[in-house]
C-alpha cells in the first residue's frame, strides 16, 4: 500500500486523511481494514468485519477532499441513463462513481435528477429524503427543499441518515430493517471530507446492513451528515473504471443515473479557501465566514417527516466514535 506523502499543497489534506484514518475505528469488532491512496486528494478503504451478531460484514470507501480544485462533480444526463456504471464512469472519464436514485426502469429516476443542466422527465408524489447537487465551486451540497435552478448537476437520494451527527431512520421508508446491500454518501462537520460507501450484502462473505446500521456505519465513518441512494443490486462503488465492491446480481447492474468525481490537471488550489456554501447555495467571501468557522457543504434544514425520524441507539463496541470528526 502506497503511504500518502504531503507535499506544500496538499499538507492539510494529509493532516485530515490521517485523522480520518484514526478515527474510523470500527463500529463493530475485529475490523480489518486496507487502505490505498489512487491520488492526492482520494483514497480508498475496505473493510472486512462483523455485526454484532457475528454476521460477516464488508464495507468498500472511497474519501474524497472535496476542496481540490482538480476535481469536478458529474452527474448522469438523460441519454447516459440506463447505464453500467463502471461504463458510464468511463465514458464521462469519472476517477470514481457510484450509484445514484431508485428507479422504476433503468432510464427513469424517481426522484428530481439534471446532469449537465439536462433534466429527465419529472415525476409526481415521490418521496425524496434530499436533494444532493453540484454548488458553486463544484463542492457536493445536500438540501431537503431541492435544488437551485443554477444547480447543473443534481440526484434526489432516498433517505437522510445522518444528520446533525445523529444516526436517524425513517419509518416512511420500507426495507429499512432488512439487510440488503447499502450505498451512501456522507460529509463530515467541515465539509473538507466526502465518503462514497457502499456495503455488500445477500452472500456469505457480507450479508449487508438494515438503514439503521448503515447509520452508524456512515456515523462511525465520521459523516455529520449523510443520504442514502438505491441499493440491493445497484449498489456498485466504481474506482478508475473497477467496480471495487461485489455486486449482489453477480455483476452490474444497469441504473438509472449515477454520480462521479473528475479529475483534472491543473494546480493544487484549495476552493474552499476561496468560496463557502451557506444554506441557500450562495458563495460567501472569506472575509464572511473566516477559516475556524467554514461551514458544513449542506443546508441544515429538518428531514420531510421529522414527527416520525428517531435517533438510533448505538450498540457499537472497541472503540467506535463517540463524536464525528469536526
Known sequence: MRSFVPTPLNAYRAAIAVLWGSLIAPN????????????????????????????????????LDPCLAQ?????????ESGMLTSRWARRVHARVAINGDFFDRP??????????????APRES??????????PGNLLTISQSGAPPTARDFLATQERIVYQGQA?????VRHSQQRHPRSAIGFSRDGRTLALVVVDGRSAR????TTPELALILRDLGA?????????????????GRVINQPSDGGERAVANHIGWLEQS??????????????????????????SARPARMTAVLPMHEPTIRPVASTARNGSLSTPIQ
Open 28 to 63: 463493530l469488532a475485529h475490523a480489518q481494514d486496507q487502505w490505498a491512496d489512487i491520488s492526492p486528494g482520494i483514497r480508498v478503504l475496505h473493510r472486512v468485519t462483523r455485526h454484532a451478531d457475528r454476521s460477516p460484514l464488508r464495507v468498500h470507501v472511497v474519501v
Open 71 to 79: 476535481l469536478s462533480v458529474r452527474a448522469t444526463t438523460p441519454t
Open 107 to 120: 432510464t427513469r429516476p424517481l426522484g428530481p435528477s439534471r446532469g449537465l443542466g439536462q433534466d429527465f
Open 126 to 135: 415521490y418521496y425524496f429524503g434530499a436533494i444532493v447537487f453540484s454548488s
Open 168 to 172: 436517524r431512520i425513517d419509518r416512511h
Open 206 to 209: 457480507s450479508v449487508g446492513a
Open 224 to 240: 455529520w451528515e449523510a443520504v442514502r441512494l438505491d441499493g440491493g443490486g445497484s449498489s456498485t462503488l466504481v474506482v478508475d
Open 266 to 291: 491543473g494546480p493544487g488550489e484549495d476552493i474552499c479557501q476561496r468560496d463557502h456554501t451557506i444554506s441557500d447555495g450562495a458563495p460567501q467571501t472569506d472575509a464572511s465566514f473566516p477559516a
